[in-house]
């Protein structure tokens, strides 16, 4: 962020420096998550950070907030350890998946459900809207919110979680209620003008789909297509985020109404999981979101990174239904220089009418 | 009952098995006839990962029932490899099922965790005599560790003695070998049988 002219030190790094001495921490943490000024005060640099950076699209957290402060990280609100590691290279704070807390169906039941109508849930959303408006819509700010896979799997752990998915009525029970607290929220951000809600979501890996297509009709998919559904008739679009190889969900995805899909993760086993090919079939259906692989950011000459960055604009983005984005994230293995060779494309190619390869 | 991914009632049934005096390396080999058919379900798309873990999470409770009847001897004769997640990263689904395969497979497995740096993947083979090591790696900005591991065990001298097999997101068999390795499983089925053939078994 120095590189930007951002100070660091503000977020999340001094936040966590100053709960450690804090007295009553989860009480403080609950009250700044619920606080729309304080949130806007955080999401004023991160904007601001991703419009120096060139970046149009940033998010509000809805939810995955902290249920429970532990020692380097927080236990949140869907029963996941969430830990603060520093990246050795260049000290950036992530905040990384550590395993599930609950060990049960029984610990599950017992567990707060997150309540969609919770004061935070708005104020985040409208925090983010706020610091938009004051930037002069230069961002568009988005509420993220999760979905019904990764929340559910996250909350065990997957060997736990797979336990529950062979008992049906549990794993009914758990799919539920995260798809009822997802459509519920997409509603209320809906009906306060959202125009564009992200699922948080993952139902993949780089091999294929974390569990059976069956399983997904089963338990996701009516929820994504009600959420959808929610969602269109107040106005709103979804974004969904899902990485790995989705070819054998992708109908049923391009059924449920969904109208953008992110990232697209370039670098699955599956040759035909290919968003040069998948538009082709799926573009007149679906906006297509992201594929700069982060590996080639990470590791590749800048020169591949921008000859691919142009094919990506020059081949998608005629007629529209794509958006130049990372295909999984930009990590910190990835050096300014690199990201900025990607911007550069984007600004000498990322404009309407695109020129021709 | 593994095929069944019966995991509630597979201890019992083992149980049952060893008190009516089936042998227990009758009841092993039939366990893993079921894991080599999930195996082969998965890669056809009939099983998907939450099978694939379910079914190690049905051989796991078997084998707890099962692995004291084991006889010395035939236990000892178990080959053994490293696994690890490699340093600063914390996924270890693949890791995980990859251990519970390898064990249904016949081969032991010194699971050292997750974020694990390399001198402890070091200190691991010189004191087991593991001829493999399976590194996993899910980050991209993790992956560079492969490279870490590769020269310290060059440093320490064991590099020739230890084949280093590597699987995750970001990886793809010439990524693996620039980073080091000797080989690149694709996904834990193709994993075990690679470091099979790796171990020569």
Redesign the interface.
Known sequence: MEHYGIPTGGGLTSGISALKYLPFKDRIANWAVSNQKFLAKGYTDYYEFLRRVKIDIGISLVTHTQRKIIKGGIIDEFGRIM?F?E???DGTIIT???GGYLKNFEEYESWIRPDPHEPKRLAAYLAGKEVQEQMNNEILSVPAIGGMMEPSWEAFG??R???I??HPKQAKKVFDDNGELALELTKILADHGAELILIWDDYG????????PK?FRTYVFPWLKRICVEAHKRGSKILLHSDGDLM?LFDDIVDCGVDALNPIEP?T?NPEYDIFKLKEKYGDKITFVGNIS??M???GTISEIEDYSKKLIQELAPGGGYIFSSG?SI????TVDRWEAVMRVREKYGTYPIQAS | MIIELDVDNIASAVQNQLDACVDPFTVLEALTKGMDEVGRRYETNEYFLAELVLAGETMKEAFAILKPHLTTSNADARTQIIAATVRGDNHDIGKNILSTMLLSAGIDVIDLGMDCPADKIVQAVKGSGAKVVALSCLLTMTMREISTVDKALRDAGLRDDVKLIVGGAPLNMAIAKELGADDYGADAIDGVRRIKALLEV
């Open positions: 830990k590691e990246y050795e290279g990384a998946y550590h997957f060997e979680f797979s336990r998915l062979g890996f780089k091999n294929g789909p974390f569990m059976s399983s054998l670098t086993a982060p590996v950011l990470a590791e999984h990590n910190p293995a990835i």
